[in-house]
């Protein structure tokens, strides 16, 4: 399979939280750069966290301090925590390489975070 495998979205009120799960079944997945990205309706899809291979991380701006990206090597699995969700963050997640390559994107998990 190509493509990975997003889980974990939901619906959750503001401040809530949710663990995002992506597989991605590839022999070289410990080589790679890997990044959660998000559509929010009407918007474009944009970079939300990135991890790269030796486990650096980097984040947007707007959730700084509030998700966590990580990565277990041996499941090829990346993962997003994400605390103190706000109504802005309502959006189809997905996982993609960084950089994101066209043929990688899957189905995405929808998160609605509403009260």
């Known amino acids: 399979q190509v493509q990975p495998v997003e889980s974990g979205g939901g619906l959750v009120q503001p401040g809530g939280s949710l663990r995002l799960s992506c597989v991605k079944n590839?022999?070289?997945?410990?080589?790679?750069?890997m990044g959660w990205y998000r559509q929010a309706p009407g918007k474009q899809r944009e970079l939300v966290a990135r991890?790269?291979?030796?486990?650096?991380?980097n984040y947007e701006d707007s959730v700084k301090g509030r998700f966590t990206i990580s990565r277990d090597n041996a499941k090829t699995t990346v993962y997003l925590q994400m605390n103190s969700l706000k109504p802005e963050d309502t959006a189809v997640y997905y996982c993609n390489t960084f950089p994101e390559n066209n043929i990688f994107w899957g189905q995405g998990t929808q998160v609605t975070v509403s009260s």
């Open positions: 590839t022999d070289i997945f410990s080589f790679l750069h």
């Open positions: 991890i790269g291979f030796k486990g650096e991380t």
